[in-house]
């Protein structure tokens, strides 16, 4: 298993990039004349999570800060696994992340027909065959790590035998699994992806793109390359899990020399680990299928249909991808480091509100039963130029249940019996008295107020109490259904080693709570972005809300609460 150091980085670190040294070099040397074309290569297989997002800022970054271009290439030539589906959520959620492909979106379908025909080429040269044996038995002869692999019966058959089962394996005439076609390289490599790889097999499956036109389909080591140089790129980035596939990828290259356009260059780069994650395809799939998340986009996963829906930006998604930089070594990145991201964007950019989670009845004895008054905040503290709106205030609010215990704790200064507290945008008052249901539960608190004391008043007396609550007027408030999410696994690592992921699932990742909201906030359109003020970001679910009858889901608290639940505090 892997290093699971966590890189926890500062806001302000710089970390060197070593594709970008490459391309500088490349550049001063006229290696590709100034050019540089990379792509992003997904399966259409599923959905994207957040570990694609950064092979996507990669990609067009690096195209779009050398004047390049980069192609969006759907890797589609398993049609068993593929749907129109995954191929539509690509694309929406590339474009989501804020970068455009132009004209250049790209299926390896389209290079079928080439494709094939280098393959002929490749047996009529000798450097492919066609193999009868079965898929175990072409796995027991090709070896082991420390053992080299045993040479099929079969890689000596004839070109013109070759070629001709090649041809009625195209047409046909062969049940899945009869033969495969094999590249003929070296069964004593060391390099496992060197001994005689299949680079096509049979399935007579219907394809989304071509149909029933193929019963052939390549393989991914052989399309890839050559969809690379079909396309022209400069250089194929992709992550440190295909660093021993790059011989086979320069070796496929090299036998058709002359016969594509370009031999592009792969560098490989560290991937993306983030605790408290899964992001292998399989599992995230597992997650789905076996309905232990709602969906794709539930806003637990990492998905990135999920973390939108979570309301994650695309500037804070983007900003960590910077933040957390590219290098050779694999390292885990704390799932702190995103949350931090969403932070500072959401910081400068939401609109503050007032929200009650869990709400507790404040009664104001000796305010007047009918009157009303406007209390004013600001829409944003650091932005005056965003305005004020107004806080209605009466009689009868909801507080926090949190903003008030009966017994207080050492350094506890909201509300408690005789304590003075400062409504928010409003008066000071004091607590009086606790009504308590017939098992001793709280079901409201009394209090006075001082008439003298409403803030942003002239003439108003200028006491200072320590503690400052928000609150929400019975008559105004609204409600409307808040969705608390947290993170969906509570092991840091949870599917590493042997142990099954599953086991660390956290009961606690979701909770559905009716919740009292400004007025306003009826008006939210799907995927705006608040702060509740003290309890953390939200956003407008953007598939449930409706107008006039918003769902929110809270994106992210307003710290990190899980840093002191590790540390034990």
Known sequence: MKDKSVTNLPTDAVVSNFIRSIIDEDNRTGKWNQRVETRFPPEPNGYLHIGHAKSICLNFGIAHDYNGVCHLRFDDTNPEKEAQEYVDAICENVAWLGFDWGEHLHYSSDYFDQLYAFAEYLITQGKAYVESLTADEIREQRGTLTSPGQNSPYRDRLPDESLDLFRCMKAGEFPDGKYVLRAKIDMASPNMNMRDPVIYRIRHIHHQRTGDQWCIYPMYDYTHCISDAL???????????????????????????????????????ARLNLTYTVMSKRKLIELVESDLVDDWDDPRLSTLAGVRRRGYTPKSIRQFIE????????????????????????????????????????????????????CFAPNHPKKPEWGKRVVPLSKTLYIERDDFMEEPTKGYFRLSPGAEVRLRYGYIVKCVAVDKNAVGEIEAIHCTYDAETKSGTEGATKRKV??????????????????????????????????????????????????????????????????FERNGYFIADRIDSKPGKPVFNRAVTLRDSWGKVDAGV
Do not use: M
């Not at 992550?239 to 290259?253: G, I, Q």
């Not at 070594?329 to 869990?358: F, G, K, Y």
């Not at 808040?482 to 080693?497: A, K, N």
């Open 231 to 269: 396309e022209k790129i400069t250089h194929s980035l992709c992550t440190l899990e295909f660093e021993d596939h790059r011989p086979l990828y320069d070796w496929v290259l090299d036998q058709l020399e002359g016969k594509v356009p370009c031999h592009p260059q792969q560098i490989e780069f």
């Open 323 to 374: 933040r957390i930089g590219v290098s050779k070594a694999d390292s885990w990145i704390d799932v702190s480091v995103l949350e931090d991201c969403l932070r500072e964007d959401l910081n400068e950019s939401a609109p503050r509100r007032v929200a009650i989670l869990r709400p507790l009845k404040l009664i104001i004895d000796n305010y007047p039963e009918d009157l009303e008054e406007d």
């Open 466 to 531: 320590k503690g400052n609550i928000h609150w929400l007027s019975v008559k105004h408030a609204q409600p409307a259904e808040v969705r608390l999410y947290d993170r969906l696994f509570s092991d840091p690592y949870p599917d590493s080693g042997d142990k099954d992921y599953k086991t660390s699932l956290n009961p606690d990742s979701k909770e559905i709570i009716t919740a009292y909201l400004e007025q306003s906030l009826c008006d939210a359109e799907p995927e705006q972005a608040f702060q």
